[in-house]
């Protein structure tokens, strides 16, 4: 009877020990979620590649005067595209957010559209109103234009913005920089997209979203502004932790004097930096955006309540750290049938130029790959690997043979003479043709 108490008891215990400090969600989140997903979500942004010109197109009418909102020009990018700040608010607490300083990191940017029509259109909802006598939020939505364009990185002069924020080379870092100087933000939200590759810590999963309060100097100390950004980042993770748990990570917090968010830090400005990474299935990133609405609405309204204060650290400090970048597809044990060559058994592991998509596909390695590992797995124990040219490029046995860094086509077939085909890759993943067996792995 003892015994089983006892054992009652550290059973009991067990739970508490082993889970993390995060604090609950905010009441109000799930209100908030069925209102997005009734009519929050703005139309014309499905595809993640769309053009900055059709953003500004749906979110100028958005952010109208009559709806409390201040929009300006503060620059133009290396091409001449306008560089816009949009202001709301009437609450001391300044918060400065910029998005998409690289051109192909667009999830924040559809989120901001979907914030402006929430703070536009529903003046009278609870949290609204915080935000709006709590803070004054100002927006730098798609801080490099020319990247975005072309769903690229850096910027026309092929700058990566985010290594300009201390040489301040190009016009888009300028413009931000200026428009910090200018507003002198208690907090600051330095908006990104990760590699979906990316494991949360050691684990298998895929980081969805990653967090940073950015240190200020090289010894990584934390100051009181810091820690506010620390608070602010459990409040995100809080939020998100019911929805995406296992799938947070926070990034590795080593000093970048060439980077805004650290440089941003540095200046006293409560940082925090969100990475939306990968979800599998999700291949616009549209939860991931519906993700990034919520993690700033939860934000800003601790913020503005100033509930943020006293959020336990220990659940941003105890969130597992980026890990491995899995490559996108592996294929096991497959029998490889080059025309004149011996077969051989192989591995084959690619990677795709667009990882969601699964198009642009490339060989990566061939070979044992042993415990290599990858977003996808196909196991093909008992099929050929049958390299076919792709039509009107280069024979593959012409550019002599198979290997890394050739872009992949093959059949996996049942037979060495490639007529019962299982599976194809054409370079792009055909998504309405099945992988073969019970093979795909998805990693949740
Ligand atoms: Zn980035």
């Not at 690229?152 to 920089?177: F, K, M, S």
């Not at 750290?321 to 592991?349: F, I, S």
């Amino acid at each position: 009877m003892r015994l089983a108490l006892i054992l009652l008891l550290s059973l009991s215990m067990l739970p508490a020990t082993a889970a993390t400090a995060t604090p609950p969600p905010p009441d109000w989140l799930d209100g908030l979620e069925a209102l997005y997903d009734a009519g929050l979500r703005v139309d014309g942004l499905d595809d993640r590649r769309f053009q900055p010109e059709a953003w500004w197109d749906i979110a100028l009418p958005l952010a109208s005067r009559k709806r409390g909102f201040t929009v300006e020009t503060i620059g133009s990018s290396a091409e001449g595209r306008p560089l816009r700040h949009v202001a709301w608010g009437e609450g001391d607490t300044r918060v400065l957010l910029w998005s998409q300083m690289h051109g192909d990191e667009s999830t924040a940017s559809m989120a901001l559209a979907d914030l402006l029509r929430f703070l536009g259109e529903h003046p009278d909802d609870p949290l609204v109103r915080r935000l709006r006598s709590g803070t004054t939020l100002h927006f730098m939505p798609i801080v490099n234009p020319d990247g975005a364009a072309r769903f690229q990185r850096r910027n026309a002069q092929g700058v990566d913005v985010n290594r300009d924020a201390r040489a301040l080379a190009t016009p888009e870092g300028r413009a931000l920089h200026g428009l910090r100087e200018r507003v002198r933000p208690a907090f600051g939200f330095n908006l990104h997209d990760q590699h979906v590759g990316y494991r949360a810590g050691d684990s298998d999963r895929g980081t969805a979203i990653a967090l940073l309060a950015p240190a200020f100097n090289e010894a990584r100390e934390v100051d009181a502004s810091r820690a506010r950004a620390i608070e602010v980042a459990v409040a995100i993770r809080a939020a998100l932790e019911p929805r995406i748990a296992g799938h947070i990570a926070k990034w590795d917090d080593t000093f970048n004097p060439r980077a805004f968010g650290d440089l941003t830090a540095k200046a006293g400005v409560s940082t925090i930096l969100i990475e939306s990474g990968g979800i599998e299935g999700d291949v616009q990133k549209q939860r991931l955006r519906k993700l990034n609405f919520l993690a700033l609405a939860a934000a800003l309204d601790a913020i503005a309540t100033g509930a943020h204060a006293g959020l336990p650290h220990a659940a941003y400090e105890e969130l597992p750290e980026n890990g491995e970048t899995w490559p996108d597809l592996l294929v096991t044990g497959g029998t490889l049938v080059l025309p004149g060559r011996p077969q051989a058994r192989v591995d084959l592991l690619l990677r795709f130029d667009q990882p969601l998509l699964g198009r642009g596909g490339r060989i990566a390695d061939v070979g044992d790959l042993g415990g290599a590992k990858a977003r996808r797995v196909i196991d093909a124990s008992g099929l050929y690997i049958i390299p076919f040219a792709p039509p009107g490029g280069d024979a593959t046995e012409e550019r002599g043979g198979f290997g890394p860094g050739m872009s992949a086509h093959f059949h996996l077939a049942r037979d060495a003479g490639g007529r019962d085909v299982a599976w194809t890759l054409d370079c792009d993943i055909d998504a309405a043709l099945p992988m073969p067996a019970a093979a795909t792995k998805d990693s949740e």
